[in-house]
């Protein structure tokens, strides 16, 4: 009788966690696809919210304002953790969720620069900080949440499921983004499509709103208030008490800057590589990524649950040290797939096709597309935009010229390979990092203190990969057509930033960092 109440109890418990990871995660899920929604359009956003003149620059201003979210997430760990350890988790997260969900709805509704000049990259990035600030409080109150309702010695597990949403979220995109563009059409997604993405987050934000007020405060929180417990202060005893500060600074520089360049490295760089220096389709480098992220998935609860068994630290080194090795391997072969000077074109078999059509404003779009076709059945397609004005007298615009790959299929499915193997590392590295940050400090000051480190070293070390990856590029490729030679490979010059930034957090966790530290609850 004794053992059927037992087991009636522990199916209930298991209901009851289940169904919190579940509303966690879907919030968490939701907030990220707001928050990444951003850098997934960053090509097409670059052209309509700054000027189109100078490409190059356009795209770092679109990426330096994606940073910008990333930059404020520590401000919004202070501010929101604070508030959760004073206040409850259940509550700051849904605070979190409606600033995030409102913030990128209204993107979507900013007028482009051709409107409204100026005024129009200042409130995308008005509107980034703000998702910022939203994003610094939610990640730490979703997996300090689930982690105080997990039973010990399976944090790593429960808490892994918190840790797929950011690459779920990046997923659901993705999708999104290609359903769209397929469903309304390449140009009309250019002009005014890439909005939708952004509108119909409401919906889900709606959804998300719903199930979270249906959730309870934490058992591990409601008893330390119950109590009397809870901190009065939570920054100062986070960061005032030497014991406390020496944890923060060791997550930072021992485990979360090195775990944020190797995400933002194997998710974000690799698709922002692959479109600008590859010139991968647009479609089948959003594939490419995606299909990546689908298959690795799983792994963030492996790892996870395999961190229960074995430590966070030598599974989230492991990670870190994989990149530091094989980065530039891994982006030499992504580049040499589609580097054209290695094939030899079928030139018979070249053609040309033109397609015009009106604008709006009464303008004719006209688009010439000059398909190159090579033995190994790679396409490559150079398209070049014409936009002839009805005005009288008008100036002549420069035609808009760009280039588009397509992959064969054992190309395209290597590249997939090839970015898997990188989501690999980021499932090492993310995977058990919410565990390891949950047991790094006591629950009376959790929530503040684990928020910190993590956003600085995923907001500032990750969040700015693909901006400071991309700016090294550029910088490289200028001094190389300055004096040819003079770097060699300059496409990989990025990733100098991201092996760096892991290679130093590899050296101190490895040396600093306790393989089972824990604080007292």
């Known amino acids: 009788m004794v053992g059927k109440k037992a087991k009636a109890q522990q199916a209930v418990s298991n209901r009851t966690l289940f169904s919190v990871i579940s509303a966690s995660s879907v919030g968490t899920l939701i907030e990220w696809y707001d928050f990444y929604i951003f850098g997934s359009l960053a090509a097409i956003l670059s052209s309509q919210f700054f000027p189109k003149d100078n490409p190059t620059a356009a795209l770092l201003s679109t ?67 703000i998702q910022g600030l939203a994003l610094g409080g939610e990640y730490g109150g979703a997996a300090t949440y689930v982690a105080e309702y997990a ?46 993405p952004f509108l119909v987050s409401i919906l889900l934000v709606g959804v998300s709103i719903i199930i979270r007020l249906r959730m309870a ?21 986070s960061f005032g008490k030497k014991q406390n500060l020496k944890m923060v600074l060791l997550a930072l520089f021992g485990a979360t800057a090195g775990q944020g360049v190797i995400w933002y490295t194997g998710q974000f760089y690799a698709l922002s590589f692959i479109q600008k220096a590859c010139n991968i ?44 090795l094989t980065y530039r391997p891994i982006y030499d072969k992504l580049y040499n797939l589609a580097d054209l000077s290695t094939r030899q074109e079928i030139v018979d078999a070249r053609t040309i096709s033109r397609k015009s059509a009106a604008q709006p404003n009464g303008d004719l779009l006209t688009t ?3 398909s190159h076709y090579y033995g190994d059945g790679l396409v490559a397609q150079d398209i070049e935009k014409t936009i002839t004005s009805r005005k009288p007298a008008a100036p002549t615009v420069k035609p808009e010229v760009s280039k588009a790959i397509l992959l064969p299929s054992r190309s395209l499915w290597l590249m997939i390979a090839l970015v898997f193997i990188q989501v690999l590392y980021v499932a090492m590295v993310y995977g058990p990092i919410a565990a390891f940050l949950v047991e790094l400090f006591p629950t009376r000051i959790r929530y503040t203190s684990m928020s910190l480190p993590y956003h600085i070293g995923n907001g500032i070390f990750g969040g700015l990969t693909p901006f400071i990856a991309t700016a090294l590029v550029a910088t490289a490729t200028k001094a190389n057509e300055a004096v040819p030679g003079s ?25 600093y960092l306790s393989k089972n530290e824990k604080a007292n609850e």
């Open 151 to 196: 039973p010990e010695g399976r944090r790593g597990f429960y808490t892994s499921f918190i840790q797929t949403t950011a690459t779920l979220g990046l997923f659901v995109s993705l999708g999104v983004i290609l359903i769209t563009r397929q469903t309304l059409g390449v140009e009309t997604f250019g002009e005014w499509g890439w909005r939708v």
């Open 217 to 237: 405060e934490s058992p591990l929180f409601a008893k330390l208030k119950s109590e009397g417990k809870t901190s009065t202060n939570p920054l100062a005893e």
């Open 487 to 511: 770097v060699e490979k300059p496409y990989l010059e990025g990733l100098w930033y991201p092996i760096l930034i892991a290679a130093v957090c590899f050296v101190i966790g490895a040396f």
């Open 63 to 129: 990426l330096a304002t994606f940073a910008a979210g990333f930059v404020v997430r520590p401000f919004g760990a202070l501010v929101f953790g604070r508030l959760g350890d004073l206040v409850g988790r259940k509550y700051t997260f849904l605070v979190t969720l409606v600033l995030m969900g409102g913030s990128t709805f209204a993107i979507g509704l900013v007028p482009g620069y051709a409107t409204i000049g100026f005024w129009a990259p200042l409130l995308v990035l008005l509107l980034r900080l």
């Open 281 to 324: 389709e647009f479609v089948q480098s959003n594939v490419i990524v995606a299909v990546a992220l689908l298959g690795a998935t799983p792994f963030f609860v492996i790892f996870g649950s395999l961190s229960d068994r074995i430590g966070r630290k030598p599974i989230m080194l492991a990670g870190m040290l994989l990149g530091v």
């Open 368 to 370: 010439m597309t000059t």
